[in-house]
Structures are given as structure tokens and as C-alpha cells.
């Protein structure tokens, strides 16, 4: 489990960048970017060969870095709000 999230965590910031740039190039509904996160995540895991570890764990490592990466873009969209509200 620990290796997961390891590898996971190299994998979320990539994967926050690549759903940005989805957002930022195509007209999609902001309510599939979650989908979107996980879908790219689990993908990148699948690529991620640098990383010493069987298909499935990178798997499920790229899915979990989806779902961090979008927990991270309404993290900071919320403390951006929260600043312009003060």
C-alpha cells in the first residue's frame, strides 16, 4: 500500500498538469473532470515503466493520483475563492 501512494504521488502532479490542459483546450463539462483525472491518472500509471513495480499497482497508483489531482485543483480553486472574498 505504501508503495502505491508513493508512486502515486509521483505521478498526481503530472497528472493535475495534463487535466489543466484538457480543461484549458476543450469545451468539457467541469462535471466529468473527475472522470477525466482518474482516466488520465490510471493512464499515465500504465506508462509510468521508470517506475520498479507490477501493471496493476501502477494502475491503481495512476488512478488514485487522478483522484488526488482533482482533490488538489478544488483545494486550491477554494483557498483562491476564500483570498478574494477577505
Avoid: C
Avoid at 505521478?11 to 467541469?30: D, E, F, R, Y
Avoid at 491503481?60 to 483522484?67: F, M, P
Amino acid at each position: 500500500m505504501v508503495e502505491i501512494l508513493a508512486m502515486a504521488t509521483v505521478i498526481a502532479p503530472v497528472t493535475s498538469g495534463v487535466v489543466q490542459a484538457v480543461k484549458k483546450t476543450t469545451q468539457l463539462n467541469k462535471r466529468y473532470l473527475p472522470a477525466v483525472a482518474t482516466l488520465v491518472g490510471i493512464g499515465l500509471g500504465a506508462a509510468a515503466t521508470f517506475l520498479d513495480a507490477d501493471l496493476y499497482l501502477r494502475l491503481w497508483a495512476g488512478g488514485i493520483s487522478g483522484l488526488a489531482a482533482t482533490g488538489l485543483f478544488e483545494l486550491s480553486k477554494q483557498t483562491k475563492e476564500e483570498i478574494k472574498n477577505d
